[in-house]
């Protein structure tokens, strides 16, 4: 390279950027620092939030002072807007109704109007969540041949009509934009005061607020997901549920890998100390709507029983979903999401034999079969017989698939009678008395044995 020559790097370096390309790049940067905060923010409120629970549970002497810090943290959140009434303000968070994490962004969806064949896959997941809710290209043009009383479906007369049925409807103005912002909000409010396995935030008479725990009593809280007991009469003496702590409406498939992560460390510790016992478990996940104010809070239930009895279940269950829906369907009426995974036997003890199998589980659960083949925009019904998958259903009708399906075959199994699946009665219990039936419960199982979050207070 001769003395007059200037590296590639320093060239670019050296030129210089017009005020336009420098003030797009600054909203840019200012974009990306916004995001990463939101996200840290997110992140960090729910380990907040589960030590303020975890404090409650145990009655620790430190619970005014995280209290306090939630309280700070939850007043210091990035608003997405703000709407006054009268003297009262109400901070829209950047959920919507399902009650996810969205970006404000509207880089995205440009370049997906300008380069759509470009986009990577981590935009197209981005995008699919942003634009969830609004109507799709075949949408508009089925709402524009709606409007054509004249269309005939031959393509003379569509190539005749093209700019007419291609016209889309009108974006939408920052106002509107507000008020949907604003109905999101009301109806995730809504969904949040009706639900009992959701931690509700009150506030009290001096200004401060205070977390209610729900009213399942609590058996471990981890730092996305839960454990507790039905809050209506169980099955038998072990019947569990595990839930995502925020609440994520009707399907567990909309959970992120972190939430999945903790999903599959309850199972494999369920697994081990019933299986110490003596007893297999069956999981299992029922999706009747995927309409988030008819949904419900996501749960996976976990029943146990005697060994013999659970190595019948799949028969059970492969019978029962043949025999369930309508003769005809479009779908499989059994869908088996096994892994096909080769478990290694331990030699001698070997730890790296035992850490191959404990990393299969993990990578089974967190992107096994259920997640790769069963989808959160249809009706299902899901069991688990180990970490490594089971067998799902699609529910095509869901006026003809009863709600506890899952739990009608566990009790035939069981020789239960049917007020303990179909209807269960609701147990009337006061916060204290939920305390002391979850403390039964973790002491006559040996629970603090297998409580792997136990870790999370170490961090």
Not at 29 to 51: E, I, M, P
Request: charged residues 30%; contains cysteine; neutral net charge.
């Amino acid at each position: 390279m001769g003395s007059g020559e200037i590296p590639l790097r320093s060239k670019e370096r050296g030129r210089s950027r017009s005020p336009e390309r420098m003030s797009r790049d600054s909203r840019r940067d200012q974009r990306t620092d916004s995001r990463s905060k939101t996200v840290s923010f997110g992140a960090d409120l729910n380990k907040l939030r589960a030590k303020v629970m975890k404090a409650r549970l145990t009655k620790s002497p430190d619970l005014a002072e995280l209290e306090k810090q939630l309280a700070a943290a939850m007043n210091g959140g990035q608003p997405q807007a703000v709407t006054e009434q009268k003297d009262k303000v109400v901070v829209l968070p950047r959920v919507d109704s399902h009650g996810r994490l969205l970006s404000t962004r509207s880089e995205i969806k440009e370049a997906a109007r300008v380069a759509p064949d470009n986009l990577t896959i981590e935009q197209m997941a981005r995008l699919e969540r942003e634009t969830e809710g609004e109507d799709t290209a075949d949408q508009e043009l089925a709402a524009q041949i709606a409007k054509d009383s004249r269309f005939s479906n031959d393509l003379e007369y569509i190539d005749d009509n093209s700019e007419r049925l291609s016209r889309r409807r009108q974006e939408k103005t920052s106002e509107q934009i507000k008020q949907a912002a604003v109905r999101d909000y009301k109806a995730m409010e809504g969904m949040l005061d009706s639900c009992d396995m959701c931690f509700k935030q009150t506030e009290q008479a001096d200004g401060s607020s205070l977390l209610k725990p729900p009213s399942y009593p609590m058996i471990a809280l981890g730092n996305r997901v839960c454990l507790m007991l039905p809050i209506r009469e169980p099955m038998n003496d072990g019947h569990c549920i595990i839930a995502p702590i925020e609440h994520v409406a009707g399907s567990s498939l909309k959970c992120d890998d972190d939430t999945w992560d903790e999903i599959g460390n309850f199972m494999k510790c369920l697994l081990r100390m019933f299986a110490a016992r003596g007893q297999g478990v069956v999981f299992m996940e029922t999706v009747i709507s995927t309409r988030p104010s008819k949904a419900g809070h996501c749960s996976i239930e976990c029943i146990p029983m005697p060994m013999n009895k659970a190595q019948d279940v799949p028969g059970y269950f492969r019978e029962s979903l043949l025999a369930s829906d309508d003769e005809w369907s479009q779908h499989r009426k059994i869908i088996d999401t096994t892994v096909k995974t080769e478990a290694a036997v331990p030699k001698d003890g070997d730890v790296k034999d035992q850490d191959r199998n404990h990393f299969q589980a993990r990578e089974a659960i967190r992107r096994g079969g259920f997640r790769n083949t069963m989808t959160a925009k249809m009706p299902y019904f899901h069991a688990w017989f180990d970490p490594y998958g089971g067998m799902g259903h699609v529910i095509e009708n869901p006026e003809l698939f009863p709600p506890w399906f899952g739990r009608e075959v566990i009790a035939g199994v069981l020789d239960l009678p049917p007020t303990v699946y179909r209807k269960p009665r609701r147990l009337k219990e006061s916060h204290d008395q939920r305390c002391e039936r979850a403390d039964e419960w973790k002491k006559r199982f040996g629970w603090k044995r297998y409580d792997w979050t136990k870790m999370l207070e170490q961090e």
